[in-house]
């Protein structure tokens, strides 16, 4: 076997980290008789050698010893080498389809399936199911015969027992219409047609059959295809599969990881990805191709996203309620009634239901609203039934949904969430999860700030694991802003200082701007930073002096230093602190007239607005000539482009258009795409066009 692989110089080509000479041990180490071995070499190819979908030369290269593994009958974990062949084929695949079109090396992996296809339709008919499950997609993608290929696949179905099985078969025809429209689409829809109205047929292949349908001719999509799908979910309900007819069987257990060195945050994001690549239901994937298609429907997706959370399957529902995330998350609308519903689970009886609306909600807290008596009440029957120490409880999915339930309360303001907060903070537990929250709060103040001054305090900053910790702390007192806080930022900030520790030392520095004249203990330290190297200090440091002296005469040379740096962010973060100054600041425009002309937008911008800031009407030409170009260009500019307008008045009336087009884009916007910078963006628009057009 692998006749040839030491003849290949390996040396010569890399992948995602460096040099491919591994990659002949990775492949003999797919064939070990040792499962765990086998797995931590599947684990390196996916993340060196097929890193995140690429297609090196060495990937291709590895091709041919992958087929004669998956070729060989005694090769223990065929499935999962034929998923990595089709893996490999589909990601060249796209690429070579895309706008750019392929790398040699792409092209080549593509021309090595096509070569394939015979033994690729093998491995779809192979009596092992999981194998035939791996192969099943490649029919879709790589055979150019239409009619062998609909023949194929139509043939399949038939002599497949199972549902995941099927799904795909019916995947793949999809995939085969939308890759060859002109030649395969006629007979694709035909199929479906018939496909969903065979009562014959499985609920869940009906189901599938009206997907594809939708993805292949959107245009056709009405309200009639949410009522059938609707239909056949009820169908779906009324006879789920049982778990072990369509999961694949669990991987080896690795080593446990203890999560030592890494912050809290960190660990928690990790856990949270692995929760989200869980699979609930055999219909996961093709509901979302589904919501996927219907796209910007909104009220269609709503419509039936109710009647996925009515499921009786908790694993339907889990779905239902991250399907329901990532359309609030992703597309505007009025999507009050979508809380709602998702808020109706917290009090579910299964336990990573009610998690998993917890976190949705919390997730969306931006608008979140219509769910605030749900979440207080879920909260309280926590108390009520588990004791005022819950945020604590060892039960994970308990833990999970309490914890989340309460930052999404403390972000609406809630003063029902203060108990937990200030329990997390006592005993330490989770407390970083009621730092992010805490400076929600502000009424409660007086009883936040000793203790996140405390959790600040006991943090040792020469360990970088708490070094997000102190951060947050510092935040948190900052929108708590609350006068007996200064001292402990002072302290922590002379403690950055002291070791170097120039993220906190920016952290603390930002947080005392927040005080202004207030934290004057600070000032000789902010005083001596203004000079440091580091590049992110010296504009914090002049922008906490700005903010505590109140005084242009002491920043206005170092800001106009800024404003002459190479660095993008150290010339926006001066003009920002400009436009705070104000008309007192006018030495500064002729420099920012010059930086209106800046390559980057994230400098135009800032620049645009110290300069209106500063000098008014005489400047407003080109100021919103820069914003709206900066907005077209780049989107995520808006947020702070309508910032600006809405301290123009009538001078921003020819922004008017560009306003009402805003309005009428169906995808979230603004600064990272995020539901709160997104509702800001639309109701400020909203504001402003109602203010320039009235009489």
């Not at 491919?20 to 492949?27: D, I, K, R």
């Not at 339930?405 to 108990?419: H, I, K, S, W, Y």
């Not at 004057?520 to 700005?546: F, G, K, M």
Request: proline residues 6%; glycine residues 6%.
């Amino acid at each position: 076997m692998f006749s040839g692989l030491h003849d290949i110089d390996w040396s010569s080509m890399e992948h995602a980290y460096g040099s491919a000479e591994e990659v002949p041990g990775l492949l003999l180490a797919l064939r070990s008789p040792d499962a765990e071995e086998r797995e931590k070499a599947l684990s390196r190819f996916y993340g060196a050698v097929h890193h995140q979908g690429d297609v090196y030369p060495c990937t291709t290269a590895s091709l041919p010893f992958l087929f004669e593994l998956a070729d060989d009958v005694t090769t223990p974990g065929r499935a999962d080498v034929v998923g990595l062949l089709v893996s490999i084929g589909s990601q060249a695949l796209d690429h070579c389809d895309g706008p750019y079109g392929g790398s040699e090396a792409q092209l080549a992996a593509v021309a090595a399936m096509r070569g394939r296809i015979e033994t690729l339709i093998g491995f779809s008919r192979d009596p092992n199911v999981r194998v035939r499950r791996a192969a099943i997609p490649a029919l879709g993608l790589f055979m150019d015969d239409v009619d062998r290929a609909s023949a194929v696949l139509r043939g399949r179905l038939p002599a497949e027992p199972g549902v995941v099985e099927q799904l795909l078969i019916v995947e793949a025809m999809g995939a085969l219409a939308l890759r060859l429209p002109e030649r395969a689409q006629v007979q694709a829809m035909t199929w479906f047609t018939e496909l969903a109205a065979d009562s014959a047929a499985t609920p869940q292949t009906r189901l599938a059959a009206v997907v594809q349908r939708a993805r292949c001719a959107p245009e056709q999509i009405g309200d009639d295809t949410i009522a059938t799908a609707v239909g056949l979910l009820r169908e779906l309900d009324a006879a789920a599969v049982p778990a072990e007819a369509w999961c694949d069987p669990p991987r080896p257990a690795g080593p446990a990881a203890s999560g030592d060195g890494a912050p809290p945050q960190i660990a928690a994001a990790f856990e949270d990805l692995e929760r989200h690549r869980q699979v609930f239901s055999p219909t996961t994937d093709l509901l979302r191709s589904f919501h996927w298609t219907l796209a910007a429907r909104v009220s269609q997706r709503t419509t039936l996203l109710a009647e996925q959370l009515r499921s009786r399957d908790p694993g339907s529902r889990l779905d239902a309620i991250r399907m329901s995330a990532d359309l609030m998350k992703s597309w505007r609308g009025d999507h009050a009634r979508l809380v709602s519903l998702v808020a109706e689970h917290l009090s579910a009886s299964h336990a990573q239901v009610a998690a998993e609306a917890a976190a949705t909600l919390n997730a969306c807290h931006a608008i979140a609203e219509p769910a605030r008596e749900a979440l207080a009440a879920h909260v309280a029957a926590q108390y009520a039934t588990y004791g005022p120490d819950v945020w604590c409880t060892p039960q994970p999915h308990l833990r999970r949904s309490h914890q989340e339930a309460v930052q999404a309360l403390a972000r609406l303001g809630d003063p029902r969430a203060l108990p937990s907060v200030l329990t997390a903070l006592d005993t330490g537990d989770d407390a970083w999860r009621a730092v992010q929250v805490a400076g929600a709060l502000p009424q409660a103040a007086d009883q936040l700030v000793p203790r996140l001054g405390g959790h600040l305090r006991s943090l040792d900053l020469t360990q970088a694991l708490w070094e997000m910790s102190a951060r947050s702390d510092l935040a948190a007192l900052a929108a708590l802003a609350d006068d007996s806080a200064i001292d402990v930022i002072t302290e922590t900030l002379a403690e950055a200082v002291a070791h170097e520790l120039w993220s906190v030392t920016c952290s603390a520095l930002e947080a005392l701007r927040a005080f202004g004249p207030s934290a004057a203990p600070a000032l000789r330290t902010a005083r001596l930073l203004i000079t440091a190297s580091d590049a992110h200090v010296r504009p914090a440091a002049i922008a906490a002096l700005w903010a505590i002296t109140g005084d242009p005469d002491e920043v206005m040379r170092p800001l106009l230093g800024l404003l002459d740096d190479s660095i993008p962010f150290r010339i926006s973060a001066a003009a920002d602190v400009l436009a705070e100054i104000g008309p007192r600041a006018e030495e500064a425009l002729p420099r920012l007239r010059g930086l209106l002309s800046h390559g980057y937008e994230w400098v135009r911008v800032p620049c645009a607005t110290a300069l209106w800031d500063i000098g008014g009407d005489a400047e407003a030409a080109a100021v919103l000539d820069t914003l709206l170009q900066a907005w077209a260009q780049n989107p995520s500019t808006a947020d702070h482009a309508v910032a600006c307008l809405d301290r123009m008045g009538p001078a921003a009336r020819p922004a008017l258009p560009q306003l009402r087009s805003e309005l009428h884009h169906a995808q979230r916007r603004g600064r990272y795409n995020s539901i709160g910078n997104d509702e800001k963006l639309q109701e400020i628009s909203r504001t402003l066009i109602g203010r320039l057009t009235a009489n």
